[in-house]
């Protein structure tokens, strides 16, 4: 469970500002999908975890209960043979009384781990869950990016293609090539503006991210909940 727990904490702390440079560098999505690939395994893991320790904590908490019942009756067992004067049902009820409290004092013990670790489980489970999500809208505008990149490489291509053409020396061809680079030209300030939106827009969401991660460890600190 450890090692599922740590794992965990590692896909939590990875550096997202890295991992999207990674991609751009690399023009691809495939660091990325394999990151979502792992953390999705690790939902899964986490989820069957949780299940089980939580099962484990549903069956302790009823044993307990039986114990604490059993545990009652016998101390009013053990006042009323005394009262009764038997003095000898008295002690064996005793006896058990002391036994039935060590094991209900063990499985009170059981209960408290395992409901520390079923909610560890769980806040592991939200956090990766948050962080899938983040880097999943991470990806959606990583991916306009990088095909926005994909357009302009073209339209560099097409410009030095119309480079070699006008210096053909046709005059008509000239113009020509000329009023193609002239709508080039506008469509690759187009994308120019678009790319400056996107980097604005993905600069805000993981500036927030830093934000609310930095107000949570001041809560932790402050021992806000």
Not at 23 to 29: F, G, H, R
Not at 38 to 58: F, H, M, P, R, S
Not at 114 to 138: S, V
């Amino acid at each position: 469970m450890a090692s599922l727990l740590e794992k965990v904490n590692t896909l939590v702390r990875a550096n997202l500002h890295a991992l999207v440079d990674k991609a751009l560098e690399a023009n691809s999505l495939a660091v990325v999908d394999q990151y979502i690939r792992q953390i999705e395994d690790n939902l899964e893991d986490l989820e069957d975890a949780a299940a089980t320790v939580g099962g484990q904590v549903k069956t302790l908490k009823r044993k307990t209960r039986e114990y604490e019942e059993k545990a009652s009756e016998l101390d009013r067992n053990i006042d009323l043979f005394l009262q009764e004067g038997r003095e000898e049902l008295a002690m064996a009820a005793q006896s058990k009384l002391n036994s039935t409290q060590r094991l209900l004092e063990n499985y009170r013990e059981q209960l408290a781990r395992q409901e520390a670790e079923y909610q560890k489980l769980l806040d592991a489970k939200l956090k990766l869950e948050a962080r899938l999500t983040t880097i999943k809208q991470e990806r959606e505008e990583l991916q306009a990016l990088l095909e926005l990149a994909k357009s302009k490489e073209v339209t560099v291509r097409a410009i030095r293609s119309l480079d070699d053409l006008a210096g053909v020396g046709d005059a008509d061809i000239a113009r020509v090539a000329e009023s193609i680079r002239a709508r080039l030209d506008k469509a690759q300030a187009q994308s120019e503006m678009y790319a400056q939106r996107l980097d604005a827009q993905m600069d805000e969401v993981l500036e927030r991210h830093t934000l609310e991660a930095q107000l949570a460890e001041r809560k932790k600190r402050l021992g806000i909940e």
